[in-house]
Every structure is written in C-alpha cells, then in structure tokens.
C-alpha cells in the first residue's frame, strides 16, 4: 500500500467517530432518549453561542364586567421575560504514542483498529458522562462527604459515589466552594455497604470534612445546566428569578428531607398541581432503580399487573395511569436517588449547533502532545460539542423527592 500520511489516519479518525455518537446519546441512554434535540434559535456572538427566547410571565388583566353606563375596563398588557441560555463546551480527548502511529506505515489495519478502540471507547465515556449531567445541577458535582476522611481518603454515601470511578481525576471543594486539592487522581473505591471510601493519589493540603464535594478537575460550574438545576421551586435558571417571576418554577413535592413511602397518591397530586399550573400531564417520569423497586412492590401488594409496558419511542417501564393516560415510569441507572422526575418532554430539548465532532481548524486533527516538562512522541485528537439542555416551560415539570427505596 501507499505510505500513509498524517491526512490519512486523520481521515481514517472521521470515518470511525463522526456519524455515529449522535446515534449512540440518543438511543442508548434512557434520560437522554426521548429530549429532542435542536439547532432552532442557536445563534452565535462574540464570546460563544447561545439560545434566547421570550416566556410569557403575566395575562392582560384589562378585563370586566360593568353595568349600563359604567367605564369599561382599564386597557392591561401581558408581561414577558427573555430566558438567555449560553451554550456550555464540552470536549473529550484521545491519544496514541508515535509508536502506534508508525504501525500505519507497517500495518495499516492493526493502526485502524488500535485507534477504533481508542475511538470507541472515549464515544461511550462520553455518552455516559453526558447522561449524569443530565440529571445534575450544572455544578459539576460528582459526591458529597458525609464523614470526615483524610488527606487522601474522602467518604460518601454509596448512593453518591454513583458517579466515581477509579482514574477519575477530580477536585475537592469545601462547602463553601473554596477548593481543598486539585488534579488528585482516584486510585480505589471501597464499600461497607453503607459508606464509600475514596483514596487518592498524592495527600491533599487538609483533610477532608463532611460536606466537601467531588468534581471533575476544571469542571466546576462549567457542565450543562442539567434536571436538578431545571426542576426546581427556586433559583434564577436562564437569567429569570422566580423570586420575582413566580410562575417561572417547578413543581416541588419534599417531605423536609424525612423519607416517605411512595404512593400513587403522592404522584396523582403532583401531576393535578402541573395541570393547575397550565403545564399539562406529565409524558414521562424517570427514577433510580430503588424507587423503581418501591413502585413495583407498590403495585405487586395491591396484586395491580407488574410486567413491564412498551411505550413510545421504544422506552419498555412501568406505567402509572393518569387521567386515563398511562405515564411511563422509566428506571434510570444515572437518576438520582430517593425521588421521582416528572417531565412534560414536548417543552424540554437539546440545544445544540451540531453533533459531536472533531478539531481541525489548524489542519489537521492531530497535535504533538508537550506540556511544560518538554515535547512527547504522541499525538492527540480532541471532540468538542457546544450545547445545553434548556426548557420553555419551568412550571410544566415536577420533582418529587425523599422516597423510601424497596
């Protein structure tokens, strides 16, 4: 064969990863399978791009009834605020060794396929990660200590260490956001059954305390605007505070932070104060897999069909029946513990200006890896995507939280 070239296995890179995360994010994540996503409205300005749009906060008031010869009703006017979404930039990176790219010279096949692994494997981090910021707050929090650890040890719940795996590299941060350690990679995880301890690397400055939290290194405040940032009775989400637009909120049903059992009572309630607030009946609900477990042993109790129901757009969960509709009450391993989401997905999306793709804007997708300590035989390739998750309708969403698992 022709030698190979730096366009060629740069080709070769599109040809294994473009045209297929897009297919992957979509169909294979269950909080992201049926959030639509769109281009419409994305613009762009110096600084990066965004999203805006009106939301109508207040009804014409100039309205009466009056008696013969009365002044009719003082002309009103309907209020509305503009919700100004930036989109968030979210990259992931691959590297081979000049090593491996000499065996495109040699082998050109055993290249293609140290690369499609390489490839594939950072497309279905990618998806993964994608899918827990979906359910979070945009800060970037992976874990909450709930006991004080060491310098190199952090402890949390095993329901909060969901999202840890062994080679993250993180952050820890105080409660009041001041950072403890930077850049300390996560070399174990073990479990009492209750509690999860987190060993580092190298010693942070202090030890840890109850309340620090984990992030991603460089993450903080920088991941999407997620569920626990949009499903919520308070806070400015958008640049609208429901302090002073209260309509401009979620449903929120908690119980003071005590655990409750779930009943179908709990979610009928919730679903008639959405109608009452004009955001209609609920078309999905996603829960983790202990609230899953509460609802199926709530329905098996009561001898109520327990198999699992097909929905819409090839979701298969529980169903809960609602003014005649049957809600799809779908497990997600990525959801939160102890609460149930509700979402009307007609007034939720994906703002996006294109799917995932590669850099290439000096030539080639390819750069020589150095950092401060010199230059490195290898090369490295980084995917970007700029986009958010972003509603129209806050008040057509509820949460409801502090659930008893089964």
């Not at 983790?288 to 090839?314: K, M, P």
């Not at 793709?357 to 750069?367: K, L």
């Not at 995507?385 to 129209?392: A, F, K, S």
Request: charged share 25%; net charge negative.
């Amino acid at each position: 064969m022709a030698g190979a070239t730096m366009t060629t296995v740069s080709n070769l890179l599109k040809e294994i990863y473009e045209g297929t995360v897009h297919d992957q994010l979509q169909t294979e994540v269950t909080g992201l399978k049926r959030i639509e996503t769109s281009s419409e409205g994305v613009t762009s300005e110096v600084g990066g791009s965004y999203v805006r749009f009106p939301i109508r906060t207040k009804r014409n008031q100039g309205l009466g009834a009056r008696a013969e010869g009365q002044a009719l009703p003082v002309p009103g006017k309907q209020s509305y605020e503009s919700a100004y979404i930036p989109l968030m930039n979210l990259y992931g990176s691959i590297q081979l060794t000049g090593q491996t790219f000499a065996l495109a010279e040699k082998n050109f096949q055993a290249f293609a396929s140290a690369l499609d692994q390489e490839v594939t494997g950072l497309k279905e981090y990618l998806r993964k990660d994608l899918a827990r910021q979906v359910y979070g707050d945009g800060s970037g929090t992976l874990a909450v200590a709930n006991a004080a650890g060491s310098t190199t040890t952090f402890k949390c719940s095993d329901a909060q260490a969901t999202y840890l795996e062994e080679d993250m590299v993180i952050d820890i941060y105080d409660n009041t956001d001041t950072l403890r350690a930077s850049g300390k990679t996560i070399t174990g995880l073990s479990s009492d059954g209750t509690t999860t301890t987190v060993t580092f690397t190298t010693a942070a400055g202090t030890s840890s305390a109850s309340g620090d939290y984990l992030v991603r290194t460089g993450n903080l405040n920088n991941e999407i605007t997620g569920l626990g940032a949009i499903v919520q009775d308070e806070g400015e989400l958008y640049g609208v505070d429901p302090s002073t637009v209260p309509v401009w909120k979620s449903i929120v049903d908690d119980n003071g932070g005590t655990l409750r059992a779930f009943t179908e009572g709990l979610a009928i309630d919730i679903c008639d104060q959405l109608r009452k607030k004009g955001g209609g009946t609920p078309t999905a609900a996603f829960m983790g897999l202990g609230v899953r477990r509460a609802y199926f042993n709530l329905l098996s109790q009561q001898r109520r069909i327990t198999n699992t129901l097909d929905f819409e757009g090839g979701f298969k969960a529980l169903g809960f029946t609602y003014n005649g509709t049957e809600i799809p009450m779908v497990d997600d391993v990525d959801s939160p513990s102890n609460e149930i989401v509700f979402l009307n997905e007609k007034e939720i999306k994906i703002y996006a200006e294109d799917d995932w793709a590669f850099m290439d804007r000096d030539g080639s997708r390819w750069e020589r890896v150095s950092d401060s300590t010199g230059k490195y035989d290898a090369y490295s390739a980084t995917m970007f995507r700029y986009m958010e998750l972003g509603t129209h309708r806050r008040n057509a969403h509820a949460r409801l939280k502090d659930l008893i698992e089964g």
